[in-house]
């Protein structure tokens, strides 16, 4: 039997599984490889998550809480190491705009870990932390607020050493928008108001409400709610926002460029009065005007230190109570100047307040000087053209407004501004005098989409916002806002005109009142000058009579300190009957639930020991390509 060995077959077949079992070591060893390469990268990306998360709370979590955070940019770029964990980098916080016109608040962190590849070179892992603030409402959601539901914003609100109690009563009626006073809220005992939304109560920070005084009103008759009433904390006012807005302005008008006074030199201050004004093609004009209060000194006094009588702004060489060297003091038209602008006697150069009650952001204001053709600050007046939501910042002056406006606008001022009085005996000493930057509304100012009859019942939008009108405007004055006492608001009209006015008010330091103390009418009963004839003349003048006009027809709302006044008679600085002002026709603006005024201030609450809001908080956390 032949027996035939085929040569050569185990080596290949050896081969063959030696590659085989090498093939499936190598995988294995891939997948542990790969396996550990993935464990490596999710532990340095987690390091690096982490990383990003330090870099906020070390470096922004502090700033970004802060009620009063104003920079617009802070960036801290340097790389910080964590021992064992990497590092961080690019820690950023901005402030920008939403599409709501609220100012938002975000920060973001770049965190860094490194990972070795299979190489052994080093592979950057950068993770990417965001974190963003998104203020739910502000105080446009008000229709009324109040700090305090006392009297303010003008003269003779007062009654003895306290503030005048003011009363809800017929004929008022408030409905739309949130409605609360951090006081106490009192009714009349002649007749009862009408309040169509829920009332918020105030609770301090023990929980303690303060509920109304129902006066001779019934509770279920004045609240028609649903639910008629509930409590809230008591709201910031000012709030920080109100700052941010001066800080983040489009546009700043200064009125404190002629603030020249110098110890030691003949330099005095000189005040500049701002007036906007909106058109309907979508600009507004500015003018900026020198004006002095009197008392003041003549153009001959320009480089006199140490003036006399002569150097007086209205001396009669023929008489008026002085010499031309005189102390300037013992003027008549000294007294005079001090008696309808101060509101102050002036007896052998001391000077006393006419009533002590008379002073500060409810003292004697005025509006009424006007420019000239010598006047005018140079560049002035301005026009600018804007589609964009418009922050104007008017510094250290008051402003007045009035127009037609197309877009969306807030004008801010300060609340006051110190100036050293212009007539003095001598420069060098001349006393401390405050201007304060009051808000006048000195004609209508209207939509540039609502109806000659100023009604925007038909211009409201639906609760998803679809509809209504894209035009909106807040005025925030630091001290006061008033309807001034001008012809087009009134005076000297006998159809009793109306005030149209399509605007969210706020006044942080006092009111929202009528300019009710400088007009024609003479008939008082104390010192002050309840009438001083230096206002437009209303029906000829004739003492005695009241003037009662038409109606603030307001769409918006109103925020202030105190409630001011627009309308005043017995008991109060008129001895008439109606009395002396204008009636009321309120009506929430409910664009305002779409849209804010442009930055307009956040709505805080300050009943606890720190002051909190509502936000909306985003946080992201994404991969960075290397």
């Known amino acids: 039997m032949n027996k035939t060995f085929s040569k050569g077959f185990i080596l290949p077949v050896a081969i063959v599984f030696s590659l085989v079992g090498l093939g499936v ?67 950023i916080l901005r402030q920008s705009v939403n599409d709501k016109n609220r100012m938002i608040r975000s920060s973001s962190s770049t965190g860094l870990a490194t990972v070795k590849n299979i190489l052994g070179k080093e592979i950057v892992i950068k ?24 009297a303010g914003g003008a003269p003779f609100v007062f009654n003895g050493v306290n503030r005048r109690e003011v009363t809800f009563g017929s004929g008022d009626v408030l409905g739309g928008g949130n409605i609360q006073t951090n006081g106490k809220f009192v009714m009349s005992d002649y007749g009862c108001p009408t309040f169509e939304n829920t009332v918020w109560l105030t609770k301090d920070s023990q929980g303690e409400v303060d509920y109304p005084d129902m006066g001779g009103c019934n509770e279920n008759q004045v609240f028609q709610g649903d639910p008629p009433l509930d409590t809230l904390g008591a709201v910031c006012l000012p709030p920080p926002g109100y700052e941010r807005m001066k800080t983040f302005a489009d546009y700043e008008f200064d009125a404190t460029v002629k603030l020249n006074w110098s110890a030691g030199s003949a330099n005095r201050d000189t005040l500049i009065m701002t007036e906007i004004i909106f058109f309907p093609d979508e600009h507004f004009s500015v003018n900026q005007w020198y004006y002095l ?55 052998s150069g001391v000077e006393s307040l006419m009533n ?188 005695g009579n009241s003037d009662i006009r038409g109606d603030v027809k307001l769409w918006g709302g109103i925020v202030q300190k105190y409630r001011g006044y627009l309308k005043r008679n017995l008991p109060g600085p008129y001895d008439v009957f109606p009395g002396v002002g204008m009636d009321k026709d309120y009506n929430y603006d409910n664009n305002l639930k779409c849209i804010d005024p442009p930055l307009y201030p956040e709505d805080l609450d300050c009943s606890g020991d720190s002051e909190h809001g509502e936000f909306d908080i985003t946080i992201d956390l994404y991969h960075v390509k290397p």
């Not at 532990?43 to 104003?70: H, P």
């Not at 000194?297 to 209205?314: D, F, K, R, S």
């Not at 053709?373 to 407004?401: F, L, W």
């Not at 501004?417 to 003095?424: D, I, K, L, N």
């Open 356 to 543: 002590p009650t008379i002073r500060g952001t409810h003292g004697f204001h005025h509006f009424d000087f006007e420019p000239t053709a010598t006047n005018i600050v140079p560049g002035y007046p301005i026009d600018i053209y804007t589609t964009d939501p418009t922050v104007i910042y008017v510094k250290g002056g008051p402003v007045r407004v009035k127009g037609t406006y197309n877009g969306q606008f807030t004008i801010v001022t300060d609340e006051y501004t110190p100036y050293r009085r212009h007539a003095w005996p001598s420069n060098n000493s001349a006393p401390l005098d405050t201007v304060w930057c009051n808000i006048w509304i000195t004609d209508n100012i209207k939509k540039a989409d609502s109806p000659p009859n100023g009604d925007l019942s038909n211009y409201q939008p639906d609760e998803d916002c679809i509809g209504g009108s894209d035009n909106i405007m807040g005025l925030v004055s630091g001290a006061n806002v008033y309807v001034a006492n001008t012809l087009a608001n009134g005076a000297g009209n006998n159809s009793y005109g109306h005030v149209i006015i399509h605007a969210h008010i706020i006044a942080f330091n006092e009111s929202f009142a009528m300019h009710y103390w400088q007009n024609t009418l003479g008939f008082g009963f104390s010192d002050p000058p309840y009438g001083d004839g230096r206002g437009p003349t209303y029906f000829g003048g004739t003492t």
């Open 293 to 347: 209060m009197p008392p003041h000194l003549n153009i001959y006094a320009t480089n006199v230190a140490n003036p006399t009588a002569q150097h007086l702004e209205g001396y009669n060489p023929f008489g008026g109570g002085c010499n031309p060297s005189d102390d300037l003091r013992t003027c008549d038209v000294y007294e005079e100047g001090m008696n309808n602008h101060h509101a102050k006697n002036v007896n």
């Open 127 to 150: 993770e990417h932390f965001y974190l963003q603030f998104n203020p739910i409402s502000s105080l446009a959601k008000y229709m009324y607020l109040t700090d305090d539901e006392k």
């Open 25 to 91: 070591v190598l995988s294995y060893i891939n997948k542990a490889f790969n396996e550990k390469w993935r464990v490596d990268v999710r532990i340095a990306t987690t390091k690096a998550s982490y990383n990003a998360e330090t870099g906020f709370v070390e470096k922004a979590y502090g700033e970004i809480m802060k009620q009063d955070f104003e920079d617009s940019l802070i960036v801290y770029d340097d790389e910080y190491t964590i021992p064992g964990m990497g590092s961080y980098t690019d820690v």
